[in-house]
C-alpha cells in the first residue's frame, strides 16, 4: 500500500507566498525559499511550487526562483504556472524541479500531455484541474475553469480529469475553487468522483482549516496525496501533528525524518 503524501503548496505573485478565499484578496505568508527549506525540514513529502497569475498575465515562470528553491531541498518539488509548452517544461525541469504542473495548457492543447509524457516521462507530468459546482441536467457535476479560475469552460471535470489520464498525465491536482480558502474542508464529492473514474493518483486541493479535513479526503474520499497551504504557512499545524494525526486515523504517512541540503 502507497504512504498517503502530504504537499505544502506555495503559491507565487511577485516574488512571494500569498493565500487568498476563492482564488482571491491574497494575503502575503513568507519568502518562498525559506518556506520551502522550513517544510522540507519539518518532514513534507513534497513541494508544489505555482505562480498563480503566470497563465493569466502571460507571463513566464520566475525560473531562477525555482532554482533557489530546489538548491534547498532534496524533497520532490513540483511547479506550475504559465506553463505552454514542452519548451517550458524542459526548462522548468532543468531548473531543479522534478515534476511539471499543466493546467490551462493542457485542456487548451491536450496533445502537449501526450508530447509531454513521451518526452519526459508520466511520473514528471501533473495535470492540474481547477473546478466549480454546477448542476447538469439535475445532476451534480464540475465544471473546469482556467486562467487562475477566471475562465469557464463548460466542460466537466469528471470527463477532463479521464481524458488528461488517456493523455499521459501521472497525476491530477484536483482544486476545489468553491472551497479555496475557505478552511472548510475539501469537497469530498469532487474528490471522490474523480478518485473513482481514475487509476493515477489525485491530489486532493482546496479548503484545509484543520488535520481532520486531511483525515476525511483521504479516508472517506481515496485520495493519494493533500494538498494544503493556510495551516501550514501560518503555523497553525506542523507536519508532524498532521501525521500523527492522519496515522492514528488508520492513514498510511512516512514519518521518518526528511532531508535539506
Given at each position: 500500500?502507497?504512504?498517503?503524501?502530504?504537499?505544502?503548496?506555495?503559491?507565487?505573485?511577485?516574488?512571494?507566498?500569498?493565500?487568498?478565499v476563492n482564488f482571491?484578496?491574497?494575503?502575503?505568508?513568507?519568502?518562498?525559499?525559506?518556506?520551502?527549506?522550513?517544510?522540507?525540514?519539518?518532514?513534507?513529502?513534497?513541494?508544489?511550487?505555482?505562480?498563480?497569475?503566470?497563465?493569466?498575465?502571460?507571463?513566464?515562470?520566475?525560473?531562477?526562483?525555482?532554482?533557489?528553491?530546489?538548491?534547498?531541498?532534496?524533497?520532490?518539488?513540483?511547479?506550475?504556472?504559465?506553463?505552454?509548452?514542452?519548451?517550458?517544461?524542459?526548462?522548468?525541469?532543468?531548473?531543479?524541479?522534478?515534476?511539471?504542473?499543466?493546467?490551462?495548457?493542457?485542456?487548451?492543447?491536450?496533445?502537449?500531455?501526450?508530447?509531454?509524457?513521451?518526452?519526459?516521462?508520466?511520473?514528471?507530468?501533473?495535470?492540474?484541474?481547477?473546478?466549480?459546482?454546477?448542476?447538469?441536467?439535475?445532476?451534480?457535476?464540475?465544471?473546469?475553469?482556467?486562467?487562475?479560475?477566471?475562465?469557464?469552460?463548460?466542460?466537466?471535470?469528471?470527463?477532463?480529469?479521464?481524458?488528461?489520464?488517456?493523455?499521459?498525465?501521472?497525476?491530477?491536482?484536483?482544486?476545489?475553487?468553491?472551497?479555496?480558502?475557505?478552511?472548510?474542508?475539501?469537497d469530498l464529492e469532487?474528490?471522490?468522483?474523480?478518485?473513482?473514474?481514475?487509476?493515477?493518483?489525485?491530489?486532493?486541493?482546496?479548503?484545509?482549516?484543520?488535520?481532520?479535513?486531511?483525515?476525511?479526503?483521504?479516508?472517506?474520499?481515496?485520495?493519494?496525496?493533500?494538498?494544503?497551504?493556510?495551516?501550514?504557512?501560518?503555523?497553525?499545524?506542523?507536519?508532524?501533528?498532521?501525521?500523527?494525526?492522519?496515522?492514528?486515523?488508520?492513514?498510511?504517512?512516512?514519518?521518518?525524518?526528511?532531508?535539506?541540503?
Amino acid at each position: 500500500m502507497l504512504t498517503c503524501r502530504i504537499i505544502p503548496c506555495l503559491d507565487i505573485k511577485d516574488g512571494r507566498v500569498v493565500k487568498g478565499v476563492n482564488f482571491l484578496n491574497l494575503v502575503d505568508a513568507g519568502d518562498p525559499v525559506e518556506n520551502a527549506r522550513f517544510y522540507a525540514e519539518e518532514g513534507a513529502d513534497e513541494l508544489c511550487f505555482l505562480d498563480i497569475t503566470a497563465s493569466s498575465d502571460r507571463r513566464a515562470t520566475v525560473r531562477d526562483l525555482v532554482r533557489r528553491v530546489a538548491e534547498e531541498i532534496f524533497i520532490p518539488f513540483t511547479v506550475g504556472g504559465g506553463i505552454r509548452s514542452v519548451q517550458d517544461v524542459d526548462a522548468i525541469l532543468h531548473s531543479g524541479a522534478d515534476k511539471v504542473s499543466i493546467n490551462t495548457a493542457a485542456f487548451e492543447k491536450p496533445e502537449i500531455l501526450e508530447e509531454c509524457a513521451r518526452r519526459f516521462g508520466s511520473q514528471c507530468i501533473v495535470c492540474a484541474i481547477d473546478a466549480r459546482r454546477r448542476t447538469r441536467d439535475g445532476n451534480l457535476d464540475f465544471e473546469v475553469f482556467l486562467h487562475g479560475g477566471r475562465t469557464g469552460t463548460g466542460v466537466s471535470a469528471l470527463t477532463w480529469a479521464q481524458e488528461a489520464q488517456n493523455r499521459g498525465a501521472g497525476e491530477i491536482l484536483l482544486t476545489s475553487m468553491d472551497r479555496d480558502g475557505t478552511r472548510a474542508g475539501y469537497d469530498l464529492e469532487l474528490t471522490r468522483m474523480v478518485r473513482e473514474r481514475l487509476h493515477i493518483p489525485v491530489i486532493a486541493s482546496g479548503g484545509v482549516g484543520e488535520p481532520e479535513h486531511l483525515l476525511r479526503a483521504a479516508r472517506e474520499a481515496g485520495a493519494d496525496a493533500l494538498l494544503a497551504a493556510s495551516i501550514f504557512h501560518f503555523r497553525e499545524y506542523s507536519i508532524s501533528q498532521v501525521k500523527d494525526i492522519l496515522a492514528r486515523g488508520g492513514v498510511l504517512v512516512r514519518q521518518e525524518e526528511s532531508w535539506t541540503t
